[in-house]
């Protein structure tokens, strides 16, 4: 800020200073809080390890593998992801038999979320070690945990591997509250 005359007055630097001063603490809070997305779902390392936010990917469901696998598209690529916390009965795991109530698990799995966009949220592993993507699963219409809503209707139960236990308690009471009413695979397997 010049002063008339083409002077330079002594309040210049001190207001240059505190505009430094904002845009330093700006940044500093910005990257606290994880704006610059530093732990995208799928890249190398892991998050916070459980406590606070963690890092989201929009995708959409291409296709449904089973109960708790979808194939998703990320970014112009297609990636297997695997639903955290939960597991549901097996229909499509080579040398296995169908057992009871996967195919359910996996229609309901393909009425939540085929065709549909999701937010994949990371726990503090990214992938496991099949290399499919490990996530959190969230409707983007509508924002419906489809990981706890698998659960919490009977399709699921809890799988808990940790290190990625962000919702390992919530899980394991709508389990609970699915098997006390015999919902689903509780009452027919």
């Not at 057992?99 to 009425?111: D, G, I």
């Not at 919530?170 to 509250?177: F, G, K, P, Y």
Request: some cysteine.
């Amino acid at each position: 800020m010049a002063a008339q005359g083409g002077e330079t007055s002594a309040a210049e630097p001190t207001l240059v200073m505190m505009s430094f001063r904002r845009v330093v603490i700006l940044v500093a809070v910005a990257v606290a809080a994880g704006a610059f997305g530093a732990n995208r779902l799928g890249a190398a390392g892991s998050s916070d390890g459980g406590a606070g936010a963690r890092s989201a990917e929009a995708a959409t469901v291409t296709r449904v593998v089973d109960g708790d696998t979808v194939v998703a598209r990320i970014g112009g690529r297609e990636e297997r992801v695997r639903y955290i916390g939960m597991d549901t009965p097996e229909d499509v795991k080579p040398g296995t038999p169908v057992q009871c109530y996967s195919r359910a698990a996996a229609a309901e799995n393909r009425r939540l979320v085929e065709g549909r966009r999701v937010r994949l949220v990371e726990d503090a592993e990214a992938r496991d070690r099949y290399g499919r993507l490990l996530a959190y699963v969230y409707r983007a219409s509508d924002g419906l945990f489809v990981n706890a809503e698998l659960v919490r209707r009977g399709y699921a139960r809890p799988l808990t591997i940790p290190p990625n236990v962000a919702h390992e308690g919530e899980i394991a009471r709508l389990a609970s509250a699915a098997r006390r009413a015999g919902r689903g695979l509780w009452s027919r397997c």
